[in-house]
């Protein structure tokens, strides 16, 4: 991980203690909070000051706009979402992913969407490489299977949970499905991708893990969606799975919908089909499409 923290602007002390940055400014006048001043008269605040204050001042100062802040550890992490310095956030997650510590996970997730990064940088710059981590450590035998399970559902768990504080639109754009296919054991993409789609204004039809596609034409005549995206990992039976994408691109075609596409498993299929509107490689993509 990186070097210690340096400093926090007065703005960022003010969005840690819930408070407004006049209130900080009165609060060092006072003595009430420490700081050191710059040549050009600016405050900045050392995990220390603000440690501290939090210890001299935990029944007085307004809830943390981010997250609980009880320690300095939390500070420490504030600072870090703050900036958006998702090296090291993934190495800290990463961490805490392998200790099975859902807080400190579920934390750092929420003060980044808490902070203003929207849905898809989170999980392009830090659930990713995250996962890719996790997975190649398994792979290189530094961790055994039930391991990279534990971290990963760690992650998964976290990522359901941010859901509860997603911000809605009322503008209602449709539904869309997201599916996967019936061989398919990993739904943490397509989980992100239903966040980022109902953040838009989809309302949303998840079927998870393992999904069977043979009555796609009801649900397809009873639901009516206006996308479908669907995710796949691994594919283990070409033929299998590249029957059910046929069958799903012709219900696609029945009822005019359009078709999104992500993972890696779609390397090892033919996704000729003329309702495919895009293939999405990042999670920046499925915001913007």
């Not at 550890?73 to 200790?99: H, P, Q, T």
């Not at 989980?191 to 109902?198: A, P, R, T, Y």
Request: hydrophobic residues 40%; glycine residues 6%.
């Amino acid at each position: 991980m990186k070097a210690e923290v340096q400093f926090f602007n007065s703005q960022e002390a003010a969005k840690i203690l819930g408070v407004n940055v006049s209130t900080i400014k009165r609060w060092t006048d006072e003595g009430r909070l420490q700081c050191v001043k710059t040549p050009g008269g600016h405050r900045k605040f050392f995990l220390k000051h603000l440690a501290y204050f939090l210890e001299m001042n935990q029944d007085k100062s307004s809830k943390p706009n981010l997250f609980p802040m009880e320690n300095e550890e939390d500070l420490r992490i504030s600072y870090y979402v703050m900036k958006g310095d998702f090296d090291y956030l993934v190495d800290y997650v990463e961490e805490n992913a392998l200790m099975c510590n859902r807080e400190r996970v579920q934390q750092v997730l929420n003060g980044l969407y808490l902070g203003q990064f929207p849905l898809h940088v989170i999980y392009d710059r830090l659930v990713t490489p995250l996962l890719r981590r996790l997975g190649d450590r398994w792979h290189n035998g530094l961790i055994s299977i039930t391991e990279e399970h534990f971290a990963t559902h760690t992650v998964r768990d976290a990522i359901i949970r941010l859901q509860g504080i997603i911000r809605r639109p009322t503008k209602h754009l449709g539904i869309a499905f997201c599916l996967n296919f019936s061989d398919e054991l990993h739904d943490i993409a397509l989980k992100m991708v239903d966040h980022i789609l109902e953040a838009r204004g989809f309302k949303i039809l998840f079927s998870g893990p393992l999904t069977v596609l043979d009555n796609a034409d009801d649900v397809f005549s009873r639901y009516r969606p206006n996308r479908v995206y669907v995710s796949s990992t691994i594919v283990e039976n070409i033929e299998k799975v590249q029957k059910e994408f046929d069958f799903l691109c012709e219900n696609c075609m029945k009822y005019d919908v359009g078709l999104y596409v992500g993972g890696p498993g779609f390397d090892f299929l033919n996704i000729s089909c003329a309702k495919l509107e895009r293939r999405l490689l990042t999670f920046e993509e499925t915001a913007k499409y």
